[in-house]
């Protein structure tokens, strides 16, 4: 952390932030998820970020050193330890670095052309550093032969070459897009956030209207709120006060508003769980069993039954109310399960699901919708079932 990211700045490098963590966040990620035990700054100074980085680091339970150089880092690392060294400024896709360390002792590199022009070392002359390496403690040692202010992690590499630790090529599918970068300023940081954050979404979901909102709110407001430090689990709040909303509203006799501000619950709710994803998995930090953002799915399963059932006719009894708008909520939960993943992404959009409920109850026709999709959807789950168990069959009669 001694890099300053532009002149006149006395922010280190490793403090700039892509996707609201700083780059020095980024790489802590990456070690606790490698098991590392101990974590050691090289700054002149102690700031906030590095403050913060600290608290981070107790409460996952790593031992924080920082130290001014050299000297201080031979005193603290011994021969039986292993070490692995982080370029300042380096961003990695976590699930690469953590695949490429794995393998032991390792100075990871790349092409001299690619990896000069990306603005990392060149070691000779056919490969290029890629910022990141695990070498034996013992060669620590031999950074008391280099003058004091030496730049570690470039010594360290040089010296892990010479004790013949094994190179090992960063694959061109790492490197691609913004998976391995340098960030050197302020400039570089800003320039590949929303590439990040695209990334960290993931892509393998078919592109429902529900999931396309979700992740266009994402790309337009998810650096700002990132930035803000405004996680995901806030995000759920908003979208859990937005279906209490479209409850109070169904209850008030407002089926088709309550139905848009379900759509619009829905909406946010997915965004929330992309924001989570973006916090967490670039950071390879691992999700609890059961996250705060799925409660709001079942909230707004609850409500949309509760809209069918104040909207139906005064006569009916509650049951009877209550039984169609379950049983579409249990299919669209079910199906998912046992049909293909590409014919059940519109099912799982909630959005989707509650403009058409809306579309109806303008109509005037909300529980004969309900009746009518639960119907279809029924009908498709049967003939699915029993394509499925005659392939079956016939597999099992041919082998």
């Known amino acids: 952390m001694m890099e300053p990211a532009e002149a006149g700045n006395s922010l280190p490098r490793a403090f700039l932030r892509v996707g609201g963590a700083t780059l020095a966040q980024h790489q802590f990620g990456i070690a606790v998820a490698l098991e590392c035990q101990r974590l050691i700054c090289i700054a002149r100074e102690i700031s906030a970020e590095l403050i913060a980085l600290q608290r981070e680091a107790e409460r996952t339970g790593v031992q924080m050193h920082v130290i001014p150089g050299s000297r201080a880092l031979a005193a603290l690392v011994t021969a039986n330890d292993e070490i692995i060294v982080f370029t300042e400024g380096l961003l990695a896709d976590p699930q690469e670095a953590i695949d490429l360390m794995k393998s032991g002792y390792t100075v990871l590199v790349q092409p001299i052309e690619s990896g000069l022009i990306a603005g990392f070392e060149r070691i000779d002359i056919n490969h290029a550093a890629a910022g990141l390496l695990r070498i034996p403690g013992r060669l620590v040692d031999q950074l008391a032969d280099l003058p004091p202010d030496c730049d570690i992690p470039s010594a360290l590499t040089r010296i892990a070459l010479q004790a013949r630790i094994a190179m090992q090529p960063v694959p061109a599918t790492a490197r691609e897009g913004v998976r391995w970068k340098l960030v050197r300023d302020e400039v570089e940081a800003h320039g590949i956030e929303d590439a990040w954050i695209r990334l960290h979404m993931g892509d393998?979901?078919?592109?429902?209207?529900?999931?396309?909102?979700?992740?266009?709110?994402?790309l337009a407001f998810g650096s700002s709120l990132l930035h803000a430090?405004?996680?995901?689990?806030?995000?759920?709040?908003?979208?859990?006060?937005?279906?209490?909303?479209?409850?109070?509203?169904?209850?008030?006799?407002?089926a088709v508003p309550a139905l848009l501000l379900c759509a619009l619950g829905w909406t946010i709710h997915r965004a929330a769980g992309l924001l989570d994803r973006v916090e967490h998995d670039s950071l390879n930090v691992r999700r609890p069993g059961l996250s705060s953002g799925q409660v709001p799915g079942w909230l707004l399963d609850l409500v949309l039954i509760l809209l069918v059932v104040w909207s139906a006719p005064p006569s009916d009894l509650l049951l009877a109310s209550a039984f169609p708008p379950f049983i579409l909520l249990c299919l669209v939960r079910l199906l998912p399960r046992v049909l293909p993943r590409t014919s059940t992404a519109a099912l799982e959009d909630r959005a989707l699901l509650a403009l058409i409920l809306a579309i109806a109850a303008a109509m005037d026709m909300l529980v004969p919708a309900v009746e009518a999709i639960a119907a279809v959807l029924a009908a498709a789950g049967l003939l699915f079932s029993t394509g499925k168990s005659r392939s079956t069959r016939r597999r099992q009669a041919g082998d």
């Open 204 to 218: 393998g979901q078919p592109p429902t209207p529900g999931v396309l909102l979700s992740r266009l709110g994402v």
């Open 229 to 254: 430090g405004t996680s995901g689990k806030l995000v759920a709040l908003g979208a859990l006060a937005t279906m209490l909303m479209a409850a109070g509203a169904g209850w008030l006799g407002y």
